[in-house]
């Protein structure tokens, strides 16, 4: 059985699934321990009983298969750690790893927090989970909608018998309008019973509309964890990414892209409408592409001096000077 040198606290990492729990923990006299657990109450009382409140519990960010035992740590006052998930994959990366089971992905992840003490997790509100489960809502309604706006398109352009098709795309869109509507006020409404003074902060930024005002604070938790604006531009996945090295590789530079695409999204179609009715942004833009810069390239810096707007108003808790 492995063996590890007795540290002052113990750890327990667990490797997540939408079923099961693979847990590896250090016992008392630093020696390595496995089980797997169903990922239900029942399972997390057998995980309790195994470890108990002196355990830092490390796991991966996994969306939300995590999310139903970070409640029951939370209930109980234990201290826990998720982490991203591609921090523990370059972790393992790094020690040369060949093989990949749950189990030993559990003793890694157990051992990252042995070797990394990562920071506790702060568990967001009620409020929080709700908005962003509408916001989630939202844009698989959107995306439907799109879709079904293509196909009727493409419809229009044959030369068939489709009325009953067009008649069944065309109920099933007013249907999905409608359902949309109702997620959409109800979001705001959440939003302003959450961060009631963050909404019109942010919102008074010319060229956010509602919508990316709404996608901006779920995607950042209510801006909780950004102390600068490079961090939020970070966050992003808007900031420039460089890849050289020595006299043969010359790659281009383009922005990182880590993060979601549909923050990424929001904020180049914000740039688009900022660069013409946002003073400071129209200045940026014209200034970039009077030095001979590439349009493109202009209007992600557009995007990036929304975001600094963006954080100023928040952290300064004040509405936009326009």
């Not at 923990?25 to 109450?41: L, R």
């Not at 002196?54 to 750690?81: D, I, R, W």
């Amino acid at each position: 059985m492995s063996t590890i040198k007795s540290a002052q606290k113990l750890y327990c990492g667990i490797d997540v699934s939408a079923n099961t729990l693979d847990i590896c923990y250090q016992g008392p006299e630093g020696n390595m321990e496995w089980s797997k657990c169903t990922n239900d109450a029942e399972g997390f009382k057998e995980i309790w009983q195994l470890t108990g409140k002196l355990y830092h519990f490390v796991m991966e960010s996994t969306g939300v298969y995590q999310l139903p035992f970070c409640f029951f740590l939370e209930n109980k006052k234990a201290m826990y750690s998720v982490v991203n998930a591609l921090k523990i994959k370059r972790y393992i990366q790094m020690k040369l790893e060949r093989n990949k089971t749950d189990k030993k992905d559990a003793f890694n992840i157990c051992m990252y927090g042995v070797d990394h003490n990562p920071s506790y997790y702060e568990m967001p509100s009620q409020l929080y989970f709700e908005c962003r489960a509408l916001n989630n809502a939202i844009e698989t309604i959107t995306t439907e909608i799109t879709s079904f706006k293509n196909k009727l398109h493409a419809l229009s352009r044959m030369n068939i018998d489709s009325k009953v098709i067009v008649t069944g795309y065309k109920k099933i869109l007013r249907e999905l309008q409608a359902e949309l509507k109702k997620f959409e006020v109800e979001l705001y409404k959440k939003l302003e019973a959450w961060q009631p003074a963050m909404v019109k902060q942010v919102k008074s930024v010319v060229g956010i509309g509602k919508r990316a005002t709404a996608i901006l604070i779920v995607a950042t938790q209510g801006f909780r964890y950004t102390e600068t604006y490079q961090q939020l531009i970070s966050y992003s996945g808007m900031s420039p990414k460089e890849y050289s090295s020595g006299s043969s590789i010359r790659g281009k530079v383009r922005i990182c892209k880590q993060g979601g695409s549909l923050l990424r999204h929001t904020l180049y179609m914000c740039a688009l409408n900022a660069k013409s009715t946002n003073g400071a942004c129209k200045e940026l833009f014209d200034r970039l592409v009077a030095k001979g810069k590439n349009k493109k390239l202009a209007i992600i810096a557009v995007a990036n001096k929304l975001l600094k707007q963006v954080f100023g108003v928040v952290k300064n808790e004040c509405l936009f000077d326009r």
